[in-house]
């Protein structure tokens, strides 16, 4: 395409030349035409990546699950509390690693039908830590639904609540060993009272 000479192109080497002008056109205006969504796709990457930052940054466990329930996203706090890389947590096995086994069935049974149902539910359960103790935690679910009313998705946050359950369940305790006491004082009361080689 280059001569150090001045000289006329001959037919063939003019049609080489439009080709080449029209190849670089195309290239030049599909360059112009993708620009805008390439900067579009590019803004949308850089918000979920900030979205992502911000959510990392909350200290509570949240998971983005697919409508049928299955893991896609876990939250750092989540992943930092578990144990567990984000892939573990998006295996299909990965409650029967973190459930308490007494809550397993069911937290199982009671999730399968709420989300069945399609609408906002919560449940409480264990879950074990990467210090292998198990908390008690508040899940809350709530669904996305696209334009028809389609889940898209279930977000699902969990709230520590080991320390309110721990103090119901000593309260529990307390109010069990009254009524002992009291059982028992009552019937001594009975016996006591109701004897009558005792009231002679």
């Known amino acids: 395409m280059y001569y150090h000479e001045v000289r006329h192109p001959d037919p063939a080497e003019i049609q ?4 080449a002008s029209r190849i670089a056109g195309i290239a030049i205006e599909r360059d112009r035409s993708q620009s805008p969504l390439t900067l579009a796709f590019e803004k949308i990457k850089k918000s979920e990546a900030q979205l992502r930052q911000m959510v990392d940054a909350i200290p509570q466990a949240i998971a983005v699950l697919d409508p049928e329930g299955t893991v896609l996203y876990a939250n750092q706090w989540m992943l930092d509390y578990t144990g ?3 892939e573990e947590a998006m295996a299909p096995n990965f409650r029967t690693k973190v459930v308490h086994p007494e809550d397993l069935e ?7 039908n709420a989300l069945s149902r399609a609408m906002p539910f919560e449940n409480e359960q264990r879950a074990l830590g990467k210090d292998r ?3 008690w935690f508040l899940i809350r679910y709530n669904p996305l639904r696209d334009e ?5 998705r279930w977000y699902a946050t969990e709230t520590d609540i080991d320390d309110r359950k721990q103090a119901e369940q000593r309260i529990r305790n307390e109010n069990l060993a009254l009524r002992e006491e009291i059982d028992l004082s009552s019937m001594y009361e009975e016996i006591v009272g109701s004897s009558e080689s005792l009231a002679v």
């Open 84 to 86: 567990l890389s984000l």
């Open 106 to 112: 069911g937290v199982h049974d009671e999730r399968r």
């Open 148 to 152: 028809h009313g389609c889940i898209l």
């Open 133 to 135: 103790k198990y908390r």
């Open 16 to 19: 080489l030349i439009d080709y």
